[in-house]
């Protein structure tokens, strides 16, 4: 059976890429979590098989060194390139996989709070309009940053660190929006019995001023016709 080594460069890319993937990986189960259908982006699907794809490449020219294809001069720069092509590719897939988890979790955290009113949601939860809604705000701009400056020559633990901080500190202010979903409803519930018994004191007091104007007006007009 054919043997294969790595020199120290090859194994700083190798061990690049899988420190990456399997972060990739746990965003992915993280997601289930928050998914229920459990969906996968297929941009982020088709960027891991992309990865695997040039990880193939590597380890063939590793194990047959004179299997066709490679018109690169050396065989060492054969393998470098392919796993230079599959970092970039798995730290694509952790960039699409972090936006696709930020974009559900604030649709999620808007669906959630669309149902109620502003006076309810403000009385519930009285620091989202004066401080959560503001800190999704940010993080939208900052993603916005991210994501139009994301291309092979960026790509870096650092970015993704910043990014995995803005998921994370979403996803504790869907988890405060869910906690109070309860609280949300039951106001909801006593803010629309209240208006609508309001409703029908103003609505039968003006029956009564109908009435009363009606019955005045019948008064004067008998007393003139008499004159």
């Known amino acids: 059976m054919s043997s294969i080594s790595f020199d120290s460069g090859e194994a700083e890319q190798i061990q690049e890429m899988l420190d990456v993937y399997f972060f990739v990986k746990e965003l992915l189960l993280y997601n289930e979590v928050i998914d229920p259908e459990g969906y996968t982006s297929p941009q982020i699907l088709n960027e891991l098989r ?104 960026s790509l870096d633990q650092n970015s993704l660190v910043e990014y995995t901080e803005i998921v994370k500190n979403l996803q504790s202010i869907r988890k405060q929006v869910n906690d109070s979903m309860e609280s949300l409803s039951e106001y909801e519930e006593k803010r629309n019995n209240e208006m609508l018994k309001m409703n029908r004191i103003i609505t039968t007091r003006d029956v009564g001023v109908a009435l009363f104007t009606l019955f005045l007006g019948a008064i004067i007009n008998y007393f003139f016709n008499i004159v």
């Open 50 to 153: 992309n990865a695997y794809d040039h990880i193939n490449r590597a380890l063939r020219k590793k194990l047959n060194p004179d299997n066709p294809g490679s018109n690169i001069k050396t065989d060492d720069e054969y393998v470098s390139q392919n796993l230079d092509k599959a970092i970039g590719h798995v730290y694509r897939a952790c960039y699409d996989t972090l936006d696709w988890l930020s974009l559900n979790v604030r649709e999620e955290i808007q669906e959630s709070l669309a149902p109620y009113s502003h006076e309810t949601i403000n009385t519930v939860i009285p620091n989202y309009y004066s401080g959560l809604r503001k800190e999704i705000i940010n993080y939208e701009e900052k993603i916005s940053q991210l994501r139009a400056s994301k291309d092979i020559a």
